[in-house]
Nanobody
Framework: QVQLVESGGGVVQPGGSLRLSCTVS????????MGWYRQAPGEARKLVAA???????NYADSVKGRFTVSRDNAKNTLYLQMNRLQPEDTAAYYC??????????????WGQGTQVTVSS
């Protein structure tokens, strides 16, 4: 069983910054696909940023130039640095990791989510 735990959410004023962390219960060195989604009330969950083990990244158009996804393999942790936050960034943020671990079927694992609220 792979567990992901997010942290770092909170309330921030427009223009502010937050860094989200996602700590994984196993080594992430061999996890090829990791990233972040977000879900605002009444909306579907949407991709924010994805990062491969080779360093390739993919960002939603709405966050390009403001958000940066990174990983620290030594700490088994994925990060999302969010700058110049706007009210429309308000959502629950979820990290994910994909793989076939310990002989299990290939699947996507999710964290429990962390709330980000951007408000003055």
């Amino acid at each position: 069983q792979v567990q992901l735990v997010e942290s770092g959410g909170g309330v921030v004023q427009p223009g502010g910054s937050l860094r989200l962390s996602c700590t994984v219960s196993r080594s992430i060195i061999d996890i090829n696909a990791m990233g972040w989604y977000r879900q605002a009330p009444g909306e579907a969950r949407k991709l924010v940023a994805a990062l491969s083990s080779s360093g390739n990244t993919n960002y939603a158009d709405s966050v390009k130039g403001r958000f940066t996804v990174s990983r620290d393999n030594a700490k088994n942790t994925l990060y999302l640095q969010m700058n110049r936050l706007q009210p429309e960034d308000t959502a629950a943020y979820y990290c994910y990791a994909e793989g076939a671990f310990s002989g299990a079927t290939y699947r996507r694992y999710w964290g429990q989510g962390t709330q980000v609220t951007v408000s003055s």
